[in-house]
């Protein structure tokens, strides 16, 4: 479904991807993972073209992303993207903010995208609280209600760039679940996240970054068990070990 072939991208003088190749099936749970500053969220916002590439090409079914000519909107209506922020409109419900998308585009009728956006609301487990505004909820909640909104437009794939980042760590386990059970649908997903557990249970390839290459490939199974590239045994061995040293 998807396709790096030698994809490179700079900031300035820094090389932020160096010659990335990779591809992504169709309903396969991939999860970035790296230090910070590796690469992994600079790699999936190429997907939505929210960043340009210097170098290389892109596919998504087929069809290179980063093309001359291409309909921007209509790319990033078929791909669902949550960020660390959660981005709601502060001044829209949270039923609001997801049946907006689907009839500005003309996709749903008004009382079409009421129905579907209250059936994704009770999806994510908010149905309740669909006539609250963000203020009214907490940082776990918007996330949820951000995730319902990415999947108003039915993508065929969804991006998470470190959705529980900046979450308190009570409320990471109810987003997790609601991106569980997205995996257990079959949806292809990216995620980067720093969530090892979460990857460890979800993900059908975790990809290892550091200093924009990616450095490994393998199953959880593998990655967490038999890392094979030294940079990925260290990253491992701190994450294990974070007081070690200090």
Not at 26 to 48: A, D, F, Q, Y
Not at 130 to 148: F, N
Not at 215 to 237: S, V
Request: glycine share 8%; net charge neutral.
């Amino acid at each position: 479904m998807i396709r790096f072939e030698h994809v490179n991208k700079w900031y300035g003088a820094y090389q932020a991807l160096v010659d990335v190749n990779e591809t992504i099936a169709k309903g396969e749970v991939v999860v970035l993972c790296g230090p910070s500053g590796s690469g992994k969220s600079t790699l999936i916002r190429t997907l939505n073209r929210l960043e340009p590439i210097e170098g290389g090409r892109i596919e998504i079914d087929g069809k290179d992303i980063h093309a001359p000519g291409n309909d921007v909107n209509a790319l990033r209506s078929r791909i669902g993207f949550v960020f660390q922020q959660f981005n709601l409109f502060p001044h829209m419900t949270a039923l609001q903010n997801c049946t907006l998308a689907p009839v500005r585009l003309g996709r749903l009728s008004p009382v079409q995208a009421d129905e579907q956006g209250r059936a994704l609301l009770d999806r994510v487990g908010l149905a309740h609280k669909a006539d609250a505004y963000p203020a009214e909820l907490s940082g776990g909640q918007q996330q949820r209600v951000a995730i319902a909104r990415a999947l108003a437009q039915k993508p065929p794939l969804m991006l998470f760039d470190e959705p529980t980042s900046a979450l308190d760590p009570e409320m990471v386990g109810e987003v997790l679940t609601v991106i569980r059970g997205l995996a257990s649908d079959g949806m292809t997903m990216i995620c980067v996240t720093h969530e090892m557990g979460f990857a460890r249970e979800v993900a059908d390839r975790v990809l290892f970054m550091d200093a924009g290459k990616v450095l490994e490939r393998a199953t959880p199974a593998e990655f967490f068990l038999r890392p094979q590239h030294p940079r990925a045994q260290q990253f491992l061995a701190d994450i294990r070990s974070p007081f070690a040293g200090g």
